[in-house]
């Protein structure tokens, strides 16, 4: 694997960049409620040493009905501020499912305008497998200023992928299993109806990962979007359930080259809510 301290880095990698001045470690780890697993328990019994904890759901606007959606600039700038991350730091986050969560808060940092920032490939349960150190000790954490530039043209709303699903100008990619794509399963959250937006394209985000939770490397990335009809000269606009696993497919995209691509905040989560919002199936 080409490391990449933009997109991606091995845990070699951060092994040997792991007493950098500069580089900042966060474990995003969040699970599925019906996961039975406790990110913020995880990260207190065990995390990559100096980690700081990024809670995605407390990290967002809790204003909205939806689930962890994006924060306001000030919210993130002082919650990153109060972990010690700031201008000039390199940061790598990772999660404990292996690929799974860490996207998502890849694509926040790039929403803010911040590239520093990398997905630890394989994550937790790869770093721990090659025998590198885990300690439960909290960080030393020393303020940091940190500058945001919000990159709007990152991220869309329920209006703009509801146009985009009307023209066909979009690729719209939803990341979640083939069964919940096909409205054959019901939803994991009450009340919403089954089935996916109107010309999207299903891209489990599992079809990206090997078998221990790391990415495929491009040109295997490529032929998974291809084989699902995903037409690359088009920009893209990822989703998912409630926009976590997206950024999977986010991070994807800029592994191969396709800078053009936007997240669905809201997700299903927001369009499988709301009865005048038309519905596929199969």
Not at 190 to 218: C, F, Q, W
Request: glycine share 10%; charged share 25%; aromatic share 8%.
């Amino acid at each position: 694997m080409q490391d990449d301290p933009k997109t991606l880095v091995s845990t070699d990698w951060l092994a040997a960049h792991l007493r950098d001045p500069d580089l900042r470690i966060l474990d995003a780890s969040w699970y599925l409620p019906d996961a039975g697993r406790n990110g913020r328990e995880e990260y207190e019994a065990a995390h990559i040493p100096g980690a700081r904890f990024f809670d995605i759901d407390e990290i967002s606007d809790l204003r909205s009905p939806l689930p962890h959606t994006v924060p306001p600039v000030e919210k993130f700038m002082s919650r990153m501020r109060a972990m010690g991350v700031g201008d000039g730091h390199q940061v790598v986050v990772y999660d404990g499912a292996g690929l799974f969560s860490a996207a998502r808060v890849w694509w926040l940092f790039r929403l803010m305008g911040k590239r520093d920032i990398a997905v630890l490939d394989g994550g937790l349960p790869k770093w721990r497998a090659g025998g590198h150190p885990v300690e439960d000790l909290p960080p030393v954490i020393r303020d940091r200023h940190m500058t945001v530039s919000r990159q709007s043209q990152l991220i869309k709303d329920v209006t703009q992928v509801a146009a985009a699903s009307k023209l066909g100008d979009h690729e719209i990619i939803d990341a979640r299993s083939p069964a919940r794509f096909r409205g054959e399963v019901p939803e994991p959250r009450p009340g919403l109806r089954a089935g996916h937006i109107p010309g999207s394209r299903n891209v489990h985000y599992a079809t990206l990962l090997n078998e221990d939770g790391t990415m495929k490397p491009p040109a295997e990335l490529r032929g998974v979007f291809e084989g699902a009809g995903v037409d690359l000269t088009k920009p893209a606009i990822t989703s998912c359930g409630s926009g976590v696993t997206a950024a999977i497919l986010s991070l994807a995209l800029e592994r191969i080259g396709h800078r053009d691509h936007s997240l669905y905040d809201g997700s299903w989560a927001e369009w499988g809510m709301y009865g005048d919002l038309k519905v596929e199936k199969g």
